[in-house]
């Protein structure tokens, strides 16, 4: 295990802290459902360290998705909620207290479902066990796994907390013991759309209010399977099934990918002979529907209600992992101070930062490196930024010099004709 023979193995997500190795560490698989991590995360900044996947779904009614879909700043300390309820769980099964122990995690906030449909949802990738704080170097210590049992006890605690949360907020009204939804939303103007997105249903057009069009190609499934680690209440789900080990690497960055993953796969997007488009399901809904149908304004009105608030951050770091996290400094690794420096690598040998050319390869598939015709290595000439020089090339090679003029807005009118 090494960082040059010394790195421990920490079952955190950054990749520099310096106690003695750890033999053979513990294992362990929790998880939680509303249902993060970006490649920054994999491999490159972070220590082999166990991790766990949380993830907790709101209920499938109506009203909490509108909620938070109206309200965006009510995930903040719906976090903080989850967070604390995990991060003392973990103490409690690693035999610690807050004082004197911490955890971390990283939580994505997914707006979508496999349908294109507006399902705000958490991935928390979750350190499996804590930070115990010495004089010297935080030491990793493992927690045990959960069981079914204590999973469902978490998942009514984190429920009954979210309730009071908003009810307290104003967001829903509780008389006489029936809870209902307060009047939210009310200035939104994607309100519409994201009810209707919530519902597998169509907003404008002249289908308002009409069920999607899905294509049945299989047969349907009457039950539904569930993990061993799982529990669901009150319209909640709580998942605890997929762990990574503190060197499964590859088995990391694989459940990175996925839980960063688009809204959409171009590969499962296509256009009939009507002109409509057709989304394939990733995987077939119990009653056999494989695809859904949409005309292109419906497809459009979908992808609207999943367009997040600007300067909405999708990426949370919590416990040790926030920025301000004391213990940070200690687990985290820093930029390195001379670009040769040895901090630009951790404990796996591999830097810490990508080149652009591998990044712009990973995320869209341009290889810049090789030549597309005969696979030799390509080399960068020179960069030209003279906007004359530039123009020059361009109109040598008989491609457009200028961008294309901008077309004026369409007006309201076509889509309340359509």
Request: proline share 8%; charged share 20%; net charge positive.
């Amino acid at each position: 295990m090494d960082r040059a023979s010394t790195s421990t193995i920490h079952p955190g997500l950054h990749a520099d802290a310096v106690p003695p190795p750890l033999q053979n560490p513990p294992r362990r698989r929790i998880g939680f459902k509303p249902d993060g991590l970006l490649e920054g995360f994999i491999g490159r900044s972070h220590p082999p360290r166990p991790r766990q996947q949380f993830g907790a779904r709101r209920p499938v009614g109506l009203v909490f998705r509108i909620v938070f879909a109206a309200h965006p700043e009510l995930l903040a300390p719906v976090l903080r909620i989850i967070h604390r309820v995990i991060a003392r769980f973990l103490l409690r099964q690693a035999g610690l207290r807050r004082a004197t122990a911490d955890t971390g995690a990283v939580t994505l906030i997914q707006r979508f479902g496999s349908a294109a449909n507006l399902n705000i949802h958490l991935h928390c990738l979750v350190l499996d066990g804590v930070y115990r704080r010495t004089e010297a170097e935080p030491v990793f210590q493992e927690a045990r796994a959960p069981t079914r049992e204590e999973l469902q006890g978490l998942l009514e605690r984190i429920v009954a907390r979210l309730l009071k949360l908003l009810t307290r907020q104003g967001y829903l009204v509780e008389e006489e013991g029936v809870s209902y939804l307060a009047n939210v939303g009310a200035d939104n103007p994607l309100a519409s759309l994201q009810a209707a997105s919530c519902t597998y249903r169509i907003a404008l057009g002249p289908r308002a209010g009409q069920k999607l069009l899905g294509l049945r190609t299989v047969p349907g499934q009457n039950e539904k399977t569930t993990s061993a680690l799982c529990a669901s209440a009150h319209g909640f789900s709580l998942h605890a099934g997929v762990r990574c080990g503190a060197h499964q690497r590859q088995q990391l960055e694989r459940l990175c990918r996925y839980i960063t993953r688009p809204a959409i796969a171009n590969e499962r997007l296509k256009r009939d002979g009507a002109g409509n488009v057709v989304l394939q399901l990733k995987s077939a809904w119990r009653d056999g529907t494989t695809h859904i149908r949409m005309s292109p304004l419906e497809f459009m009105q979908r992808l609207a209600a999943l367009v997040p608030r600007p300067r909405l951050h999708l990426i949370r770091h919590h416990g040790v992992l926030a920025p301000n996290a004391r213990l940070r400094e200690a687990i985290v690794p820093g930029s390195p101070d001379k670009p040769g420096d040895d901090a630009g690598h951790h404990a796996h040998g591999a830097p810490a930062r990508m080149g652009w050319a591998r990044l712009l390869r990973r995320v869209f598939d341009l290889d810049l490196e090789h030549c597309p015709q005969c696979g030799g290595d390509l080399k960068i000439i020179a960069a030209i930024e003279e906007p004359a020089v530039i123009v020059r090339i361009l109109t040598h090679l008989g491609l457009p010099a200028r961008a294309p003029p901008r077309s004026p807005a369409r007006p309201l009118a076509l889509f309340q004709a359509a």
